[in-house]
Each structure stands twice: as C-alpha cells, then as structure tokens.
C-alpha cells in the first residue's frame, strides 16, 4: 500500500491542488457574484432616481408655465398692472381699489391654493378706450376677468363712465 500511494504521490498532489483550487475558485466567484448583484441593485436605484429626477424637472417647467399665468398676491402690484392695462387704453382712473371680498379679516385667504383678488375700478373715457382696455385685459395670458361692468354714457358728452369689477387670481404660497 505504502508502494501505492509512493506511486499515486504526484496524481494525488495535483488532485488535491486541484480541489483546493476549485473550492477557492468557487467561493471567490460567488463572493463576486454577490457583489455584482449589489452593485446591479444599487444601479437599477440611481436609474430610478435619475428617471424620477427628469419627471420632477418636466414638472417644475409645467409649473413654471402655469405661475407665470397668476397675478401677483399683493393687491398693490394687482392694481399696478390694471392702472398699466388703463394708462394704454388713453382712459382716466375715477377710482381703483381692492374689493374688501378679496381677502378675509386677516388681510389674506390662507384656504386652498388659488385666491381671488377683486378689484373695483371706476374709470371713464371713450368708448373705443374702453374696448382697447377690455381687448388689453383679454389678450393678456393672465388669469384675469371682468366679472361685472356697468356702462353710462356722460350727459352731453362723447365719453362714457364705467364701473369695473376685476378677478384675478393668485397662488397662495
């Protein structure tokens, strides 16, 4: 037997080389194989956050646009832009000032989103002054509306004397 294994020495050698090999082998692929799913995970993660990041920014561009279109909350930079609107139409501010329903008794609509600020302008002027003013209003992308207008002609005269009520509204933010 001592005989056998003299001459088996060297095959027996390799054989077991062989295995330790192996096994070392297989336990270092599977360590890699475990991090490469790791890594393969945490890949999969920054493509979700990378794919999340350009719906945010589509959406922020939306909401951009959609601000853009909302008056100012302050009353005073509301009825800037209206005297603006007015001074283009060649017509005479009688009077222009907040709505007491515009806000609440705290001064400002905290509820919701969206606040209505109403305006009460009386003005006068001619009559295509008064029609350059509302196409002015209706061309601007704002969203601003004329909710109620009474017209009277003046006596004897060419001009006409309106009063306005304006909606705008603004985000409450």
């Not at 350009?54 to 561009?61: L, R």
């Not at 930079?77 to 008794?105: T, V």
């Not at 919701?112 to 509302?134: A, C, M, P, S, Y």
């Amino acid at each position: 037997m001592n005989t056998l294994l003299l001459k088996y020495k060297n095959m027996i050698s390799a054989l077991v080389t062989i295995f330790v090999l192996g096994f070392g082998l297989l336990k270092f692929h599977s360590f890699y194989e475990e991090r490469i799913e790791g890594l393969n995970k945490q890949i999969a993660e920054i493509e979700e956050k990378i794919r999340l990041a350009k719906e945010i920014q589509a959406k922020e561009a939306q909401i951009a646009s959609l601000r853009g279109k909302f008056i100012p909350l302050d009353s005073y930079e509301f009825i800037s832009l209206i005297s603006g609107f007015i001074q283009e139409a060649n017509l005479e501010i009688a009077s222009l000032k907040p709505s007491s329903r515009s806000y609440g008794s705290s001064g400002r609509n905290e509820e919701g989103v969206v606040q209505r600020v109403i305006l009460q302008l009386n003005t006068e002027g001619g009559f295509d002054d008064l029609t350059k003013f509302l196409k002015t209003v209706n061309q601007r992308d704002l969203n601003i509306t004329i909710s109620s207008m009474t017209i009277r002609r003046k006596d004897n005269e060419d001009k006409v004397r309106a009063d306005i009520e304006i909606t705008g509204l603004a985000l409450n933010e």
